[in-house]
């Protein structure tokens, strides 16, 4: 079992024998990490009441619903709902009490083997599992090498199905049905998010319904979990096939307002029936750049090849439009970029 | 008016429109990429006075963002309600564009989605429309399959985005595919 915990606002001393009592939870066939509070979520947050910052932090865990163990007076009635630890805890004892509130808050885990290592998006559709509301079917098919996003766009095993996909013990689900990615937490999401332009990843196809009781910590944009990782990891993608792409669907790129090349390309994706060196030339783009940007769109399933007709290719400029060519420009330039 | 009066209908000016239903988060988003905070109209009730009620606040809001070489965006957003409606073609005729956002959080943001493009291309059917989807990390079930789907029933293709109405980048980013999709 893979444990993010967060500790904030606390000594030197106590946040020592924090990280050493996650340490030692290995004895429990736990791996825990902990590192300070960040704002995102985490499985447990440790805090010491009594500082101001740690009852802030607290607080938003507690919106959050995130599991809180805090140091303090039980007394102070700022603070409610959290289990309190003493400040003269020792390592052992810091241990037992991360478990037990672990095992508090995850009732179904203590049921498993503790040789068991299934993330936590697994564990929590146990009982839907068992309803036959939310299967998974192994479609790893034994190949673990390749990266993510190619076998993504080109393993008709996983082209445009709902997955479960594990990498380095964090699951998210890819839904392309709903244009979305969901995960327990946010770090998974992005740990995940990093690795898809390598290998070493199991995938599983979801059918049935999403289970309402599946902890879904973070939710964001398909397309742009694709983009991320492909930009991350575009110098490990191979060449993008040299056909001629077009766009069946625009991406839904509103949550990377960063990646304007992205925009770039899909503007030239726009014409319709261009090869990838063109794309490259006409955004005056490095290929490297291009050929993430395909690989992620393709892997979302946005885009169209040679012989099959692009939907967007039939847009025509409106004439206004064309006539206020320079007051576009300006516009453009005010929202920061450059329209050729 | 005076001669040293300045208005900006005296200037080249663009006009861009914010549409939607009610609650999608149109005057947030206006407020995340204006100069200033936005403001609201007052109109006469439609169907005369009410006793001595005579106008009613209606969620029009208006902002200007200035350019930098000095021209004026005057930035409109439509009111959501249906009997308000009769606005609509006031509002977004001459605009360069329209932004049309729904909430996520609404079930019903598919309908909305189709009945505000059918509204909107009845009155301009060649205007460059982007769908911007606020609130949709708070909906666990939220999908923008449907979304999608509303908007090829409506024919021309337009951009998708979900978006942080709050952000100005992220609103930005919505105005930039509204330009390169009207080039």
């Not at chain 1, 990615?181 to 690795?195: E, M």
């Not at chain 1, 839904?252 to 030339?281: C, F, H, K, W, Y």
């Not at chain 1, 490297?288 to 399933?301: H, N, P, R, S």
């Amino acid at each position: 079992m893979r444990i993010d915990l967060r500790y904030a606002a606390l000594s030197q001393d106590v946040e020592r024998r924090v990280r050493l009592a996650a340490t030692a939870l290995a004895a429990h066939q736990i791996r825990a990490t902990a590192t300070d509070w960040d704002g995102t979520r985490c499985d447990l947050l440790i805090a010491d009441a009594s500082d101001g910052y740690g009852r802030h932090v607290i607080g938003i865990a507690k919106r959050k619903a995130i599991s809180v163990l805090a140091f303090g007076s039980e007394t102070d009635s700022a603070v409610d709902g959290v289990i309190w630890l003493s400040p003269r805890s020792d390592v052992a004892a810091l241990a037992t009490a991360i478990r037990d509130e672990l095992a508090a808050c995850r009732p179904a885990e203590s049921t498993r083997s503790p040789n068991e290592d299934a993330p936590s998006s697994s564990r929590e559709t146990s009982g839907e599992q068992q309803a036959g509301a939310w299967v998974t079917q192994d479609v790893s098919s034994g190949q673990s090498t390749g990266a993510a996003l190619v076998r993504l766009s080109t393993d008709v095993e996983l082209v445009q199905v709902d997955l479960q996909a594990t990498i380095q013990g964090r699951t998210i689900q890819l839904l392309p049905s709903k244009g979305r990615v969901t995960a327990s937490s946010l770090s998974d999401l992005l740990s995940a998010r990093d690795h898809l332009s390598g290998g070493g990843w199991q995938f599983e196809r979801i059918s049935g319904r999403h289970p309402s009781s599946l902890s879904i910590g973070a939710s964001a944009s398909l397309d742009v979990f694709y983009l991320y990782g492909a930009i991350r990891g575009k110098s490990q993608l191979p060449p993008s096939p040299n056909v001629r792409f077009g766009l069946s669907d625009w991406p839904d790129l509103g949550a990377a307002p960063d990646l304007m090349d992205a925009l770039r390309v899909v503007r030239t994706l726009q014409r319709g029936n261009v090869l990838p060196s063109e794309i490259a030339t006409m955004s005056r783009l490095p290929q490297q750049d291009v050929t993430a940007c395909l690989w992620a769109f393709e892997a979302a399933g946005l885009l169209t090849r040679s012989g099959i007709e692009p939907i967007l290719q039939t847009v025509r400029p409106a004439e206004p439009v064309r006539q206020r060519s320079g007051l576009l420009g300006r516009l453009a330039a005010h929202f920061g970029m450059k329209l050729a | 008016m005076h001669t040293d009066e300045v208005s900006v209908t005296d200037l080249e000016a663009a006009k861009l429109v914010f549409a939607g239903p009610v609650g999608a988060g149109k005057t947030t988003a206006i407020r995340s990429i204006s100069d200033g905070d936005p403001v609201s109209t007052e109109m006469p009730l439609t169907d005369g006075p009410m006793g001595d009620k005579t106008t009613t606040t209606v969620a029009l809001d208006f902002a200007t963002v200035v350019l930098d070489d000095g021209t004026p965006l005057l930035v409109y957003g439509l009111p959501g309600q249906d009997h308000f409606s009769f606005m609509r073609p006031i509002v977004i005729n001459g605009a360069i564009g329209v932004v049309l956002l729904l909430s996520g959080h609404d079930e019903d943001a598919p309908k909305h989605c189709e009945q505000w493009l059918s509204s909107i291309r009845e009155i301009d059917e060649d205007i460059a429309i982007v769908i911007g989807i606020t609130q949709s990390d708070l909906a666990a079930s939220f999908s923008l399959r449907p979304i999608r789907d509303a908007v090829r029933r409506c024919g021309r293709p337009v951009p998708v985005f979900t978006f942080d109405a709050r952000s100005r980048t992220e609103s930005a980013h919505l105005i930039r595919a509204l330009l390169v999709s009207a080039q």
